[in-house]
Nanobody, 124 residues
């Protein structure tokens, strides 16, 4: 079974940093693109970042571009989201997801497997 487990969330002050991890199992990790999404209180889940199988292609939501970095370590079956210069509006539950194939995707419908999420809270 496909399993995606996020970790690394927590409480951080505005301007601080967090690194989220997504441990993957149950599928050939290096064959799939990965993505990060987030859902803030009272809002729908939004795209954050995506990366293809080889880390050759990345794409970010405008709201996080220049602050967040998506990466992956195929040898460790793990995807990461480095979050710098965090803002209060970044507060959300962050989810990792597996893409439908090896490319990078920014649309939720292209992701077929999801983790349970990890809470990120940014205080002012």
């Amino acid at each position: 079974q496909v399993q995606l487990v996020e970790s690394g969330g927590g409480l951080v002050q505005a301007g601080g940093s967090l690194r989220l991890s997504c441990a993957a199992s149950g599928f050939p990790f290096s064959s799939y693109g990965m993505g990060w999404f987030r859902q803030a209180p009272g809002k729908e889940r939004d795209f954050v970042a995506t990366i293809d199988w080889s880390s050759s292609r990345k794409y970010y939501a405008d709201s996080v571009k220049g602050r967040f970095t998506i990466s992956r370590d195929n040898a460790k079956n793990t995807a990461y989201l480095q979050m710098n210069n965090l803002k209060v509006e970044d507060t959300a539950v962050y989810y990792c997801a597996r893409g439908r194939s090896s490319s990078y995707y920014s649309v939720q419908n292209d992701y077929k497997s999801w983790g349970q999420g990890t809470q990120v809270t940014v205080s002012s």
